[in-house]
């Protein structure tokens, strides 16, 4: 069994930062890739970043472009997410994800049936 553990979340001013971290252990494990998303209240789960492996290419949903890092480490199957200048609306439980299939061109890496393994999530709150 693959379990992923998050942390990092908390309470936080608009303008601020924080950074998420998910570790990825269990079985032997080999993603393809790994993501974040995330569930606001009343919300449906929402895709916010990606990275693969082979490659190296992330992707980005639009509202955290240009705000949003994702990075990581394929070999110790963890990824981060750098939370800057964060806004109200960003609030939400975020979500951590991971795959071990690759998928051809990047839409499926941007969806929730593109990951098999999800985290219990960490709340990011924002406050104004």
């Known amino acids: 069994q693959v379990q992923l553990v998050e942390s990092g979340g908390g309470l936080v001013q608009a303008g601020g930062s924080l950074r998420l971290s998910c570790a990825a252990s269990?079985?032997?494990?080999?993603?393809?890739?790994m993501g974040w998303f995330r569930q606001a209240p009343g919300k449906e789960r929402e895709f916010v970043a990606a990275?693969?492996?082979?490659?190296?290419?992330?992707y980005y949903a639009d509202s955290g472009k240009g705000r949003f890092t994702i990075s990581g480490d394929n070999v110790k199957n963890t990824v981060y997410l750098q939370l800057n200048s964060l806004k109200p609306e960003d609030t939400a439980v975020y979500y951590c994800?991971?795959?071990?299939?690759?998928?051809?061109?990047?839409?499926?890496?941007?969806?929730?049936?593109?990951?098999?393994?999800w985290g219990q999530g960490t709340q990011v709150t924002v406050s104004s």
């Open positions: 994800a991971a795959t071990a299939t690759y998928y051809s061109g990047s839409f499926t890496y941007t969806t929730l049936g593109g990951y098999n393994y």
């Open positions: 269990g079985r032997t494990f080999s993603s393809s890739a």
């Open positions: 990275t693969r492996w082979s490659g190296g290419n992330t």
